[in-house]
């Protein structure tokens, strides 16, 4: 039988015991609503960030990740140092390990989620691994399924964005990166390009058809960290936002006129005959250029008139058939799914 001394005695040291351990694991009672060490369900917590602070660890985290495990690093790490539980459970390093790693060399050893996303997912040039890091922090903290109006946002934008941005161009130039400079892999000014496309394969061959830079160079690279500096930072912008209230603000988004058009037919739907056999958003006239099948018409959209049009009448006309074939477009599509309808509900 236990005393009441020897009670007391044994009673004194599990609370000594407790609050010593308090002490040195200061999360303990925000990890015991769920057990600890277990990670809590979705969304996790958010706190606003700096856009540009985000901006220069983007930068940073493509030369430790590349660019969807930098992009992911740069947004994760910030939330881990301000926030601290859930966010400690996710393995990735923290800044001092990824400044030591990669502005003293052998930062191969380093490891964070998001790395198989680099080159449009193992190199396979599909979506950005920018946009691929980043919507999966979107998914993590926003709630109701929010992260869907929010990414598409960041999508389209990423679609019409000039990269590298002037700020990420101007920060490198003078200096105000934490890479250090003769870590750099180009400390030039880099010129700037529209993708209008998601896939990492035609952002970087534009990029490289306007700037004269082959695929395999460090100014190539170099570029892809910036922008990847770039889509992190508008990821905070629109989270931010988002947290402020200002969800329907921030997530409308402008499709091209081409995309417009062809979303006359050509969506997600059960009606075969009238176009309903693809889906998504994406710019139609990025990949699609020769759209002669429905418009009838001699103009291929989306291409650039040939050395052969230069002069300024026969560009005025191409652009003149331009315009007429876009509404064509239009309209025959349109015409073309009604009828098709009307067909099918007589039968």
Known sequence: MVTRREFIKSFTFAILGGLAASSVAPTASAAGATGKGEAPPLPWPYVKLDPEETRKLGHLGYYAFECAGGAFWAIAVQLREKIGYPWT?????????????VNEGGHGHLACPMQYGYG?????????????GSLF????????????KIGKALMRWYETFPF???????????????????????????????????????????WCVVSGYASGSKERAERCARLTGDV??????????????????????KLSPTTVGCRV??????????GQFTRGYMQCETCHHDLRPHAHTIVAF???????????????EFE?????????????????????????RSK
């Open 89 to 101: 459970l996710l393995p990735i390093p923290s800044r001092e390990e990824v400044l030591r790693a």
């Open 120 to 132: 449009g997912a193992v190199g396979w040039s599909t979506l950005c691994g920018s946009l691929n």
């Open 137 to 148: 922090i979107i998914n993590m903290v926003a709630e109701n399924r929010d992260w869907d």
């Open 164 to 206: 590298p941005s002037d700020k990420m161009n101007e920060y490198v130039t003078r200096g105000e990166v934490y890479v250090k400079r003769e870590r750099l892999k180009s400390s030039k000014w880099l010129p700037r390009s529209v993708s209008g496309s998601v896939l990492c394969h035609v952002s970087v061959s534009k």
């Open 232 to 253: 992190a930072a508008k990821t905070v912008e629109l989270l931010n936002a988002y947290f402020e209230g200002r969800l329907e603000e921030v997530t409308k988004i």
């Open 265 to 274: 037919c050509h969506y997600k739907g059960k009606e075969y005959e009238i």
């Open 302 to 316: 989306g291409q650039q008139p040939s050395s052969e049009l230069q002069a300024t009448p026969a560009k005025r």
């Open 320 to 344: 003149s058939l331009t315009r007429a074939a876009i509404g064509s477009t239009i309209a025959i599509g349109a015409l073309t799914g009604v009828l098709a309808v009307a067909r099918k």
